[in-house]
């Protein structure tokens, strides 16, 4: 077997940029998807130094930081110019070459990250740009007459008024941002930037980063810039989807609670700052401990205080407010005027599960009057399709696949929209995107089909 042969067809086949450079910095192997990414021939790299081919590097190379420290350095972000002035992002993992004790050169695994960092520029633009609202969700806006309820708003009022950290904790739909965001507003940081970032939302690579910044240095090439931690200096910092944050960045969370400091992507000291976390989790911590996808000390750490938000299903005096809460708003955004919603309605609706909850709720309502004129009534049948399926003799196995839904990877709103929209698509093709005809085939009104072909943007 040609072992040159075999490490060629690997280092053309893997996804991943390789490069090994000798020690005085020449480079010796430089594949296919390495050249793809820094946008060079290879032809220009191979047998050329570093800094001839990558003027941006100067002196200080990955390369010969580890050929001197003889450490790898792992998953660092790096930000350079080609010699053709186009700038690249890569997360690169770079190790020294021993034989027999002694140096040889070195080897780096790169991954191309320079969409992710654009990115990550946006989502932290969108910050900047993003007028904080000085009123959003207070208190009075949390729709509750049950005890559980009325019981978890005086215990968050009086959380409000302290600075400890929070761990807020309940399914999807539940309202998880409203109670953060009311105690934002009633606490002493209330007139100052109230920040709240989805955690699922980010790549893992890029988290840190938005996070907590970048500082031009030696290695990383970054830029300066501010992560969401400085932004929410003084204010509050909300980390929804806590546990879908990687385990080793939920370790340097864990100091920045304990020291109050940070330190930004390439910088050489940490730095002070002073924000409130309100961490969300929407499932059982504690199982998420178990599964090693929670640190630990972490939940100990965040769950000095804690809210525990319950699902509607277990608070259902407070369907028929948040019923009449979202009608009233419905009304008002589709100008009609409705007469209300039947025996029949009202009485599934009281007897149905949610296991979206009150988001879920607000969508049956919303979809249920964006079909209806002036002076109708809510009826079971102006439900989504999925509802009235519950109606059927096999209401508990339906029930069993909606849990199964809800707890996936996905919302239930998605899943869904999903299909609802696959139905609209596919019943325009039917009737050759005929509006009138394609709302009769789904027995719907015409203007609950234009609604609906708006809201998807079909």
């Excluded at 390789?18 to 192997?29: F, L, N, P």
């Amino acid at each position: 077997m040609n072992k040159e042969r075999v490490l060629e067809l690997l280092l053309t086949a893997i996804e991943e940029g390789i490069q090994v450079v000798d020690t005085k910095g020449k480079t010796v192997i430089y594949n296919e998807q390495m050249a793809f990414i820094e946008n060079m021939n290879r032809e220009d790299v191979l047998n050329q130094p570093l800094t001839k081919v990558m003027p941006d590097i100067k002196r200080n190379s990955t390369h010969m930081e580890v050929q001197k420290s003889r450490k790898p350095i792992i998953n660092n972000k790096q930000i350079y110019f080609n010699k053709n002035g186009k700038k690249i992002s890569t997360l690169n993992s770079t190790y020294p070459i021993i034989e027999e004790g002694k140096i040889i050169g070195s080897f780096e695994i790169s991954k191309n990250v320079t969409k992710l960092e654009s990115l990550s520029d946006r989502i932290v633009e969108l910050h900047d740009k993003r007028e904080i609202d000085k009123e959003g969700y207070n208190f009075s806006d949390i729709i509750g007459k049950s005890k559980k309820m009325k019981s978890l708003i005086e215990q968050s009022k009086n959380i409000a008024k302290i600075n400890s950290n929070v761990l807020i904790i309940g399914e999807s739909g539940t309202g998880k941002e409203l109670f953060s965001q009311s105690i934002h507003n009633l606490s002493r940081r209330k007139n100052k930037n109230y920040i709240a970032e989805n955690c699922a939302a980010i790549p893992s690579n890029l988290l840190e980063s938005i996070l907590f910044g970048t500082k031009r240095g030696g290695f990383t090439g970054a830029e300066n810039k501010e992560g969401l931690f400085r932004k929410a200096h003084g204010g509050t910092l909300v980390l929804d989807e806590i546990n879908s944050m990687p385990l080793e960045l939920q370790s340097k969370l864990l100091r920045v609670l304990e020291t109050g400091k940070f330190r930004p992507i390439g910088g050489d000291r940490e730095e002070k700052v002073d924000v409130r976390i309100i961490a969300i989790a929407n499932k059982d911590p504690l199982k998420l401990v178990k599964e090693n996808k929670f640190r630990e000390d972490l939940f100990y750490r965040l769950s000095v205080i804690n809210l525990s938000i319950p699902p509607l299903r277990e608070r259902k005096e407070d369907i028929l407010p948040l019923v009449d809460y979202f009608v009233k708003h419905y009304e008002r955004i589709f100008n009609v005027k409705i007469k209300g919603m039947s025996k029949e309605a009202m009485k599934f609706i009281m007897e149905y599960h949610w296991p979206g909850n009150v988001r879920e709720l607000k969508h049956v309502v919303e979809g249920a009057i964006s079909l209806l004129d002036n002076n109708d009534e809510i009826k079971l049948d102006d439900f989504p399709y999925y509802i009235n399926a519950r109606t059927s003799d096999k209401d508990n196995d339906l029930n069993i696949k909606k849990e199964e839904v809800i707890y996936g990877d996905k919302k239930l709103e998605d899943h869904l929209e999903e299909i609802e929209k696959e139905i609209i698509l596919e019943t325009l093709k039917e009737n050759k995107n005929n509006i009138t005809k394609s709302a009769e085939a789904l027995g719907i009104k015409r203007q609950g089909l234009q609604y609906k072909i708006k809201k998807y943007s079909i």
